[in-house]
């Protein structure tokens, strides 16, 4: 851990105060270095995935041209939302490192507790219903997948 | 719920196995009409956040100029991993159908069910650590935030 990569994120969390973004920044590191960086610009591109974590991981995969990042570390002004911890997963850098915590973020009006809290339960009992429709045809896009002879598998 | 869209996304998601992506899609619907589409193309973009509900979501953003889709539904091939489930969460459709589950994805190969586990787990103990750094300036870009008169909330 190298204590300036988050003191960099933290800078730039505060300037994006200033540029119509949100208080959040992120950088990915390799080997001592930042490829990546991203700040929040939710409501600058009116795009609501557009957190830091999600910026600075799709920016490093495009640097690196793969879908992966193994041996990078992710630094981020604060703990990551679980959109973004899904992200992470998807992504697979080596270990995440944070300043701000959860609790940090609720007391400014940047509350994901709540998102944790509705993953827990069940798609029809969460506050944005998520329904499950039977239909004859669900399986068939993964009976396409694995009878595919040439794919890439992530 | 209008079963025609989830038979698109159906559709949808068996045609992308062969243009290179996952097989999985989705669509936002807002009053009757498909107002965007997206397919799964993570490996196809090296984008590894490029899940078919996230790239339906952010282009019906674009298309409506919102970071919200206040009154809007998105129907997906598939149940939405813990990444997507964020962002759902986040651009707030009023609800979420799907046709495949979980199950059905773990059986051919795409498992979420493990990021579920991890979310539960102190960052710490997970398989990706997430390790808290104290940094006297972590709540800096907060305050900044707070004490922004002028911002788009969200």
């Known amino acids: 851990m190298e204590k300036r ?49 999600m910026v600075a991981i799709r920016e490093a995969c495009r640097v690196l041209g793969s879908f992966q990042l193994t041996g990078c570390d992710l630094y981020s002004s604060c703990e990551p939302c679980p959109m973004c ?10 270990r995440v490192y944070f300043a701000a915590t959860h609790a940090d973020a609720a007391a400014a009006g940047f509350d994901d507790a709540f998102i944790y809290e509705q993953i827990a339960l069940p798609g029809s009992e969460r506050s944005i219903p998520m ?24």
């Open 5 to 53: 990569f988050l003191q960099q994120a933290i800078a730039m969390a505060m300037e994006n105060v200033h540029l119509e973004g949100g208080p959040f920044a992120a950088l990915v590191v390799r080997e001592g270095n930042v490829i990546a960086a991203g700040c929040n610009r939710v409501t600058r591109t009116n795009d609501p995935t557009a957190h830091a974590e």
């Open 131 to 154: 329904i499950h429709v039977l239909d004859p045809q669900a399986a068939r896009p993964f009976e396409e997948w694995v009878s595919q002879p040439q794919k890439t598998e992530y």
């Open 85 to 94: 911890l899904g992200a992470i997963y998807w992504a697979r850098p080596a």
